[in-house]
């Protein structure tokens, strides 16, 4: 898939220029925040996320900072919360965002699953009559597309290419036939042949296996199966409800001669079929979970420079998932996540999925990108053993030197902050800005140093 250049030679379609926010979208969008249809309508998973998950209901204040890069003009997004007034104003006076303006969508009704947003009266109103010409959101669901109908905006996804982009199966199904490296297991139907995948991993000698749904996030939709347990494994309802699902063996430090595993994430942008961007490449930071709880750049376990083989791999490989992606329809923003490691000293690469959205990367590296291009970046969760105001917050980063602002060569800037009912902080999204990655881990360490209260780390 690629096209034909002025002189008539070929274009490569997907591009590589990492440390550099690619051309984004050129017009103005309406953003639906709709993180509780992330799985597509699944309520089981959706209440096992929200269960889990602390501030669930102000993930989408996320899309604050970032939605004046994503896309151009005017904005508007719609939040289930509103945006704290302090960082508000930080991004507004001393970061200088094109900030989006912002609607609140009233409760959803839970009677008969309805979750309509033509039921949202103003808001629906407001919409319609906002100048944004397009309409996005976190997926697109029959619900966004009837609601982008109801007030007269275009969709930059279908349900279909949203849904199909996101699968894992289909996702895996493609590496299958391009020839990419493949995790051991493979597709299974629950109640048929499930367990003859389980049994055939536990002969070549895993200790456990992962079943995971074919639309999963952020570590839910998936079961871990313990071979050495001596129990029947216990799976989740919505797993039987799945018409397909993967089997895989679960990879581990002294399996089968395997050694030092890394998770790495390419960020990408696909505009069309033949403009696809690669545009930066983090190591996740995963809990001994494998639940995400943040990203750093460069990726500490390798080096970002042409001819190093895991560095060059993932960019084959992302190149070949990319085409796929874009042929699905989708077009966005998205991220690729692989597991790298040794095995008997050869390193290896594997995708592990693809998510086709605004993901827990895209946050951090827009903003990174915007503000310090080609530097190192971290971005970590934390909730925090303690009371103070969000303002009180960001005047103690200000006190102690660390509060980024535009210009300067490092600084600690709060993406999001999730406050409980008498408006104390209790989680925050925070992203370390430097030129070189010694500085960044410095400032990593220098955060909780500052803080009256103690802090600690969190998932995603």
């Given at each position: 898939m690629s096209n034909t250049g002025a002189n008539g030679g070929e274009v490569e379609p997907v591009r590589v220029n990492l440390g550099r926010i690619p051309a984004l979208w050129p017009h103005s969008a309406v953003f639906v925040a709709n993180i509780d249809r992330i799985f597509y309508g699944d309520r089981q998973k959706t209440e096992h996320l929200r269960a889990n998950v602390t501030g669930f209901s102000s993930y989408g204040t996320r899309m604050f900072p970032i939605l004046g890069i994503l896309y151009a003009g005017q904005n508007l997004l719609l939040l289930n919360e509103e945006v704290k007034p302090a960082i508000r104003e930080y991004f507004s006076r001393m970061v200088h965002l094109n900030l989006p303006d912002t609607l609140i969508l009233p409760p959803r009704e839970a009677a008969e699953g309805d979750t309509s947003f033509e039921r949202s009266g103003g808001v629906a109103s407001e919409v319609r009559l906002h100048p944004a010409e397009i309409m996005d959101g976190y997926v697109t669901d029959p619900e966004l597309e009837r609601f982008a109908e109801a007030t007269g905006k275009g969709l930059l996804n279908s349900y279909v290419s949203s849904r199909n982009a996101n699968d894992k199966v289909l996702l895996m199904r493609h590496l299958d036939e391009q020839g990419l490296p493949a995790f051991d297991g493979g597709e299974a139907t629950p109640g048929r042949n499930l367990e003859k995948v389980l049994d055939a991993l536990k002969s070549k000698g895993y200790r456990k296996a992962v079943i995971r749904s074919a639309l999963g996030a952020s570590g839910f939709g998936m079961?871990?199966?313990?071979?050495?347990?001596?129990?029947?494994?216990?799976?989740?309802?919505?797993?039987?409800?799945?018409?397909?699902?993967?089997?895989?063996?679960?990879?581990?430090?002294?399996?089968?001669?395997?050694?030092?595993?890394?998770?790495?994430?390419?960020?990408?942008?696909?505009?069309?079929?033949?403009?696809?961007?690669?545009?930066?490449?983090?190591?996740?930071?995963?809990?001994?979970?494998?639940?995400?709880?943040?990203?750093?750049?460069?990726?500490?376990?390798?080096?970002?420079?042409?001819g190093n083989p895991i560095h060059d791999e993932l960019l084959r490989q992302a190149r070949v998932v990319c085409l796929w992606v874009a042929s699905t329809g989708y077009r966005g923003t998205g991220s690729i996540d692989f597991l790298v490691y040794e095995q008997a000293g050869v390193p290896v690469a594997k995708v592990c999925e693809v998510n086709a959205r605004v993901t827990g990367a895209t946050y951090p590296s827009l903003l990174a990108r915007r503000f310090q291009p080609r530097g190192a970046w971290v971005m970590r969760n934390y909730t925090f053993e303690g009371c103070a105001h969000t303002s009180g917050f960001l005047d103690t980063l200000s006190g102690h030197d660390l509060l980024y602002e535009p210009g300067q060569n490092t600084g600690i800037l709060p993406i999001n902050v999730i406050t409980d009912r008498e408006e104390n902080l209790r989680k925050a999204q925070i992203l370390f800005l430097a030129p070189h990655p010694r500085e960044c881990g410095e400032l990593v360490l220098d955060f909780p140093r500052a803080l009256p209260f103690g802090c600690i780390h969190d998932r995603d």
């Open positions: 079961s871990i199966v313990d071979f050495h347990s001596g129990e029947k494994p216990v799976l989740p309802d919505f797993l039987y409800r799945e018409e397909r699902v993967l089997c895989q063996g679960w990879i581990e430090p002294g399996l089968m001669g395997i050694d030092r595993i890394i998770s790495p994430s390419v960020q990408f942008f696909c505009h069309d079929a033949d403009h696809i961007t690669l545009f930066d490449v983090t190591e996740q930071l995963l809990s001994h979970q494998s639940v995400h709880e943040g990203n750093i750049v460069p990726p500490p376990s390798f080096p970002i420079i042409t």
